[in-house]
């Protein structure tokens, strides 16, 4: 069966760096985009990026160019978000999902919550 | 744009059915047949309940149904039961291959 299963939760301060994995099993890693999702403390879902696993290509919400980088590394079936400079507002889950079909996410992982204070 | 629109919320009586909207343009929902359609029950990861306008994924009750007319999208859910109270959001695609999300409705069963 398939299941996306993210890496455990962070605590950053201002201005750090962080990185959360999702790592991917019952499929073939390469044949389906993932996407990153986030949400913020009782706010709505906000799409950030996607990567194309089998070419690595990605695309990024225009609000987070500069500050998100998606990777993946296919040996381990695993995608990674990585977001700098962090600020108190980027405190929020943070979700892989996988691109089922054309631009509508089939499979979710749990999500990372990601706390963003000094 | 920053979000599709939703109304905050929508309610409606065991039995009953309810209609949520997703309002958006000409660039994502007006221009594409790719509006999807998410539950989301509290501390959970979304659900998928419809793609491409009005299809539902295996497992999704028939009671779950979508359509598009112009820039907006529907969706409605028939014979409400008590689990579908739940937040619902929307997303389209939008152009130079991104993805837009609603603001989300909170749906109640009365």
């Known amino acids: 069966q398939v299941q996306l299963v993210h890496s455990g939760a962070e605590v950053k301060e201002p201005g750090a760096s962080v990185k959360v994995s999702c790592k991917a099993s019952g499929y073939t890693f390469t044949s389906y985009a993932m996407h990153w999702v986030r949400q913020a403390p009782g706010q709505r879902l906000e799409w950030m990026g996607w990567i194309n696993v089998g070419s690595g290509n990605t695309k990024y919400s225009q609000k987070f160019q500069g500050r998100v980088t998606i990777t993946r590394d296919t040996s381990a079936s695993t995608a990674y978000m990585e977001l700098s400079s962090l600020r108190s507002e980027d405190t929020a889950v943070y979700y892989c999902?996988?691109?089922?079909?054309?631009?509508?996410?089939?499979?979710w992982g749990q999500g990372t919550l990601v706390t963003v204070s000094s | 744009q920053s979000a599709l629109t939703q109304p905050p919320s929508a309610s409606g009586s065991p039995g009953q059915s309810v209609t949520i909207s997703c309002t958006g343009t000409s660039s994502d929902v007006g221009g594409y047949n790719y509006v999807s359609w998410y539950q989301q029950h509290p501390g959970k990861a979304p659900k998928l309940m419809i793609f491409e306008i009005s299809k539902r994924p295996s497992g999704v009750p028939d009671r779950f149904s979508g359509s598009k007319s112009g820039n907006t999208a529907s969706l409605t859910v028939s014979g409400l039961q008590a689990e579908d109270e739940a937040d619902y959001y929307c997303s389209s695609y939008a152009d130079s291959n991104t993805v837009i999300f609603g603001g989300g409705t909170k749906l109640t069963v009365l």
């Open positions: 999902a996988r691109a089922g079909g054309k631009w509508n996410y089939d499979y």
